[in-house]
């Protein structure tokens, strides 16, 4: 049983007669802070590089994706 399985069937015995789902109040409770990392200049220059080489991307878009790399 992981964790969120146990805390959710806790939470669920505890508030049956409230009808609260375990797992859903444990979700809306538990939150993961995620660090996003800062971009630098290379990033975007390479982010760039990337789209311009997917052949999926019309002739308007590539134009202005390539005008924002300088």
Do not use: F
């Amino acid at each position: 049983m992981t964790l969120l399985e146990a805390l959710s069937h806790i939470v669920s015995n505890v508030y049956r007669k409230y009808e609260i789902n375990g797992e859903e109040y444990v979700r809306k409770i538990i939150q993961v802070p995620l660090k996003i990392p800062e971009w630098t200049e290379e990033h975007i220059v390479c982010l760039i590089d990337d789209l311009l080489k997917n052949k999926n991307i019309g002739a308007k878009y590539r134009d202005t994706i390539s005008s924002n790399k300088s």
